[in-house]
């Protein structure tokens, strides 16, 4: 009888712990902005902490045809993970779809962040560090964390044109509170959905104003503009999520 408990604790705990690490799921974000533009969010994919294969994200790129695919920061902190974030890496490329990526707070902690942002552009990711790009009919604005103290918004927007769509990618999604450009559509992650759903878990632990506010995942608006926060791929700290399940996310703008 003790076995056949034990049996269920660890089946309750597989199932409430890691297979939500492992069910991912395709958000699909509708926001009315009449581009017939479809952007693939990946975001914090850790990748020593993470349980979604290349073979799957590949899968998927190949099934949703995005004409973009932006990452949000958060490849991974530990410079011996570049070797599997290489096999990640080479798996978003086969689909040959253009791929703008911003840093994370954990790309940062590595001893040289640089080891991160070369092997990105090694497989032609473009790392967008407080700089904008015109791509097809949009103003792409990439602005570097904001938990790090690396955002320059005025830089960022340096170069933009405004007659243009402004679609803004970043990690930490704080820095809406200090963004006072307009813009049409911000994607950040770093929150994660607060990995664990526990109510008052952003009153411990400090993640910024937003959390303190209740706004820690999806679709807000400001009014400079409206804002998505992902959820995730991977996971930080502890290697579990309870309650909420990783996600990459299709954007129909």
């Known amino acids: 009888m003790i076995v056949v408990y034990i049996m ?13 690490t492992q069910w991912l799921k395709i958000e699909r ?4 902005l009449d581009l017939h533009l479809k952007i693939l969010q ?4 850790h990748v020593e902490r993470l349980r979604i294969s290349p073979i799957q994200i590949a899968s998927i790129i190949h ?4 004409d973009l695919i932006c990452i949000t920061g958060d490849f991974t902190k530990h410079r011996k993970s570049l070797v599997k974030l290489e096999k990640y890496v080479r798996a978003m490329t086969i689909g040959h779809v253009p791929i703008y990526c911003v840093l994370g707070n ?3 902690q590595q001893k040289n962040v640089m080891d991160v942002i070369n092997l990105l552009r090694k497989y032609g990711l473009h790392v967008l560090r407080n700089e904008s790009v015109h791509v097809d009919q949009i103003e792409l604005i990439g602005i ?3 938990d790090s103290g690396k955002s320059d918004i ?32 911000l994607m950040a992650g770093h929150l994660h959905g607060k990995q664990f759903n526990l109510p008052y878990l952003f009153r411990l632990k400090d993640a910024g104003k937003l959390p303190r506010m209740g706004i820690y995942k999806g679709l807000h608006t400001t009014q400079h503009g409206a804002y998505y926060i992902s ?11 309870f309650l909420v399940r990783s996600e990459v996310t299709m954007h129909y703008l």
């Not at 704080?174 to 963004?179: A, E, G, P, Q």
């Not at 959820?231 to 999520?241: L, P, V």
């Open 144 to 146: 570097d964390d904001y």
């Open 42 to 45: 990946i975001s914090d994919l």
């Open 29 to 32: 974000i509708h926001y009315p």
């Open 154 to 185: 005025e830089k960022s927007f340096r170069h933009v044109d405004p007659t243009r769509p402004k679609i803004v990618i970043t990690h930490d999604p704080n820095i809406v509170l200090d963004l006072k450009k307009p813009y049409d559509y």
């Open 231 to 241: 959820k995730g791929i991977g996971q930080t700290g502890i290697n579990a999520r």
């Open 8 to 20: 269920i604790l660890i089946l309750l705990g597989y199932m409430l712990l890691i297979l939500p």
């Open 106 to 108: 954990h790309d940062y």
């Open 63 to 66: 099934a949703e045809k995005p």
